[in-house]
């Protein structure tokens, strides 16, 4: 089993930046990828960002929307993946969750085994 605790939501302003941690334990595979979701109210929850779990593979993924002003990052070490959330805009309001599969990046929700409870951000003046 794998466990996943998400952490850095809250409250910011327009053009505010936030950084959202994800600290996963449990059974770890060196071929997971660790990926970031959210769920605006009334939406559907959308992909947001994804990182390889290969140490040799840094490779990214990044939606659309939000190219340009996130970024996630790793560290293997202490099983933790990051998203960097900068220039924030109220369309960035949403429940964000982190979470992990198996093997390879995806960017479909039900393709992921395991889940974070999630975190509010709120952009908002």
């Known amino acids: 089993q794998v466990q996943l605790v998400e952490s850095g939501g809250g409250l910011v302003q327009p053009g505010g930046s936030l950084r959202l941690s994800c600290a996963a334990s449990?059974?770890?595979?060196?071929?997971?990828?660790m990926a970031w979701f959210r769920q605006a109210p009334g939406k559907e929850r959308e992909f947001v960002a994804a990182?390889?779990?290969?140490?040799?593979?840094?490779?990214?993924w990044i939606a659309g929307a939000v190219k340009g002003r996130f970024t996630i990052s790793r560290d293997i070490a202490k099983n933790t993946v990051y998203l960097q959330m900068n220039s924030l805009k109220p369309e960035d309001t949403a429940l964000y969750y982190c979470?992990?599969?198996?093997?390879?990046?995806?960017?479909?929700?039900?393709?992921?085994?395991?889940w974070g409870q999630g975190i509010q951000v709120t952009v908002s003046s």
């Open positions: 990182k390889s779990w290969i140490a040799s593979n840094p490779e990214s």
């Open positions: 449990g059974r770890i595979a060196s071929n997971f990828a």
């Open positions: 979470a992990a599969r198996r093997a390879g990046i995806r960017t479909a929700a039900s393709e992921y085994d395991y």
